[in-house]
């Protein structure tokens, strides 16, 4: 038995700081483990007591009569690191810590918590400030939370994990109303120790929990967060997760459009995507979802049925199902014959859906065989009961009814109860079938059950038990490269070449900005960033596979209108600075130009940015004009959750269209051509990549093979590349490939 199933299923439990008041806080986990029926040993301990709850009370941890598997303590911040010291000193397997005072105060908290920890040693510890673990299946309660104070709470398979102590609590009391069978509850809140991720890798292999509900504020271990949601969903037990601080700002980039559009939370979503997690909008879906996934019925289709005998209550749910995109079609006729031969006369409407049943919350048996017509109906997937008034009186008939035709089918049902009754939500929720009081919830617990299915099926179809594939550094080193415009050299390039030709790249920088003999020392530094050009950045691209516009950067208007000459199209004119990298703001950029208005274009923008940016610009770059494409967004993000691979609609409105979507790095290489593919497919402007009202369809496979290259370079690169982004990316059409025309990257220069 490893140490997590020592803490959750302990057979010795010391209380460290007991006190024989129950009505205090220190006085409840004694009660608690004797009310609910802990059949394993209780040492309380406090020096001022000698019995406490008819308990034997010991002075101090060096006299207990056995070292405890687990030990609760109750005690304040300084007295609580001596008394973890002694316990780990015993040979103690874990310890609760409920104290408050640590990381959550700020910096002399956060010493002390690291003060926590070395006192520990080898001993495991749950929290601090924790308001500590339930575990409803085998009766055994760990905690201090006033939610306990209740006699009984329904068990189920249902186990959450929550960084809120407070929630816990909440969660408990909720879900025992609703009747709502749990089956583990565990606040890892500071997590010095123990986290998320380890509880989550523990609850895998627990027989009662079917399904993982998670309260969110902070993922401090991404890759074994990431590793420990894989292994549940490979096991077929799905984790919902409530994040809170969607509000916040989030990460902000100094320079690039990435960095507005990405953000913290956003990360956050493509973490649970990536990991298969449904992501709660409210908070009451923390018990919705789950409701409903542990029913472990799966729902294969989006076409539902409604059957009901309240109009208003059936257009509540027929429209909450049809904002989420699920359908809800009339009867098909042999459906439609069953429907009448059961019900005569004109009461009811069966010939659409909702489906009015009348009389059914009267007769039971109606009811009974209108469940059934629908259930072994091919037309729906799933079937929502409407529970009206009439059960007020009666809910008992009502509930059997339902429950009595769930063998007929594993197709899911819910219910949706219109009047208040939590009494009947309850007795549904408790015999299987989940019932919730607001038609938006029927709708989330449907959505999360489709989910559930279409990810399980993804996953059984996939040679990788992710959507990403893994593909280590090594294996790209003899990576063959597609040919590179305005590079010289060979087309096959080495890791080695690559990341060679990226140190002489940021040194040429660092040179054209303060001249050889002038460099700043600090430059030679790799943690001080530098922001390459547009030139540059677009090279370093380059480097990496990316195809890009013909370019030349020029200093005079004769120059310009040389090679303005030399293009088969018209000409960009743009200021090359690395300080304005925002070019049109100031004036800086200017397209469609002739040869022949080029040069007297370039002495105007040179006044222009003079007077809006302060900077007389000495640098222009002249580029081929591209036209016809579509313009494309695809930029880099780096946070606290890792790296983070963005792909949206482009250009200069690329911030106010917000259409993008986003993917975490796998923990080594790129994206995986699959994942490119689907990134740009679950865009909302998809179809006019794939050939909108008759368009020609642009070059996706060029587009897939930019992003992948992309990945790679963000990856190969690792937290050398602070920021990088192509805005816009020319997607042309099929067979014409795709072509950077703008670009950012700021990096660091590795160590001399």
């Known amino acids: 038995m490893n140490t997590i199933s020592r803490l959750m299923r302990p057979q010795r439990v010391a209380v460290i700081g007991a006190s024989a008041d129950i009505t205090k806080t220190a006085g409840r986990p004694v009660a608690y483990l004797l009310k609910h029926g802990f059949s394993g040993e209780v040492y309380p301990v406090n020096p001022k007591a000698t019995e406490i709850c008819g308990l034997a009370c010991y002075p101090d941890i060096a006299s207990l009569p056995s070292v405890p598997d687990v030990a609760i303590v109750l005690l304040g911040t300084e007295r609580a690191q001596q008394a973890v010291k002694e316990l780990a000193q015993i040979g103690c397997v874990a310890a609760i810590v409920l104290a408050s005072g640590y990381t959550e105060v700020g910096e002399e908290g956060a010493r002390r918590q690291a ?10 510890i749950l929290g601090p400030n924790t308001i500590g673990l339930v575990n409803i299946t085998n009766r055994i309660v760990l905690s201090a939370s006033g939610a306990l104070e209740m006699d009984r709470f329904p068990s189920g398979a249902i186990s959450l994990v929550s960084q809120s102590g407070g929630i816990l609590g909440s969660l408990l009391s909720r879900a025992s109303a609703r009747g709502i069978g749990l089956a583990k509850l565990i606040s890892t809140s500071n997590e010095v120790d123990l986290e998320l991720a380890d509880f989550i890798d523990w609850l895998v292999d627990d027989e009662a929990t079917k399904v993982i509900a998670l309260y969110v504020e902070t993922v401090r271990d991404t890759k074994k967060f990431r590793s420990a949601a894989l292994r549940a ?8 997760a409530f994040k809170i601080g969607r509000s916040e700002a989030g990460a902000k980039a100094a320079i690039s459009h990435t960095g507005a559009l990405a953000g913290s939370d956003r990360m956050y979503d493509a973490l649970f995507k990536q990991t298969g997690i449904l992501r709660a909008q409210r908070f009451d879906e923390l018990l919705d979802m789950p409701a409903a996934l542990a029913t472990g019925r799966t729902l294969r289709g989006n076409r539902v049925a409604i059957l009901t005998s309240t109009g208003g209550a059936g257009t509540l749910v027929s429209d909450a199902l049809g904002v989420t995109g699920f359908e809800t079609p009339p009867p098909d006729a042999v459906t439609a014959a069953k429907l009448r031969a059961l019900q005569k006369g004109d009461h009811a409407a069966l010939d659409r859906n909702p489906i009015d049943v009348t009389l059914a919350g009267l007769q039971p048996e109606l009811l009974k065989g209108a469940i059934s017509a629908v259930l072994e109906s091919s037309t729906y997937d799933a079937l929502v009961v409407i ?3 009439s059960a007020l009186a009666m809910p008992e008939l009502m509930s059997n009814a339902i429950k009595s035709c769930m063998t007929v089918s594993e197709k899911p049902i819910v219910a949706y109860i219109s009047p208040e009754a939590p009494h009947i939500g309850a007795l549904l929720t408790q015999g299987g079938v989940p019932a919730f009081s607001a038609p938006e919830s029927c709708s989330a617990a449907l959505v999360a059950m489709l989910h559930a299915s279409q990810y399980t099926a993804a996953l059984s179809a996939a040679s990788e038990p992710t959507d990403v594939r893994i593909i280590p550094i090594a294996q790209l080193i003899e990576k063959v490269t597609p040919e590179v415009p305005q590079t010289n050299g060979p087309s096959r390039f080495s890791l080695a070449d690559r990341l060679a030709s990226v140190e002489a790249l940021v040194a040429e920088a660092i040179d054209t900005q303060f001249g050889a003999s002038d460099q700043p020392t600090e430059y030679r530094s790799n943690q001080v960033q530098h922001s390459l050009d547009e030139h540059q950045a677009k090279q370093l691209f380059s480097i990496f596979g990316i195809p890009t516009v013909r370019e030349t950067v020029v200093t005079s208007p004769e120059a310009a209108q040389t090679l303005a000459r030399s293009f088969d199209s018209r000409a960009v004119l743009k200021i090359l600075s690395s300080e304005i990298l925002h070019k049109s703001d100031v004036g800086g950029v200017a397209v469609n130009l002739s040869a022949e208005a080029i040069g007297v274009r ?4 040179t006044q222009d940015v003079k007077k809006r940016a302060g900077i007389t610009p000495e640098r222009f770059l002249v580029q081929e004009m591209v036209s016809g494409g579509i313009e494309m967004i695809l930029g880099m993000h780096r946070d606290a959750l890792g790296t983070a691979i963005l792909l949206g609609m482009g ?10 979507t986003m993917r975490l790095l796998p923990p080594q290489g790129g994206l ?5 593919r689907e ?5 909302k402007t998809w179809p006019l990549l794939d050939g909108y009202r008759g368009r020609t369809k642009a070059d996706v496979e060029a587009l897939v093979e930019a992003v992948v290259a992309f990945s790679e370079m963000a990856a190969a690169l690792g937290d050398r590349l602070l920021e990088a982004e192509i805005n816009p990316l020319f997607v042309l059409e099929s067979g014409q490939g795709v072509k950077a025309a703008d670009g950012i990257a700021v990096l660091t220069q590795n160590d001399s």
């Open 115 to 124: 003060e926590l920890l070395q006192a520990a040693g080898a001993m495991r």
């Open 233 to 240: 969903a490979q096991a077929g037990k799905p984790i919902v």
């Open 387 to 389: 529970v009206g008034a």
């Open 602 to 605: 370039l002495q105007q923008m």
């Open 651 to 660: 250009g200069v409105t690329a911030e106010l269209l917000q259409d993008t």
């Open 672 to 676: 995986s051509e699959e994942t490119a």
């Open 679 to 683: 990134m740009a497919q679950s865009l």
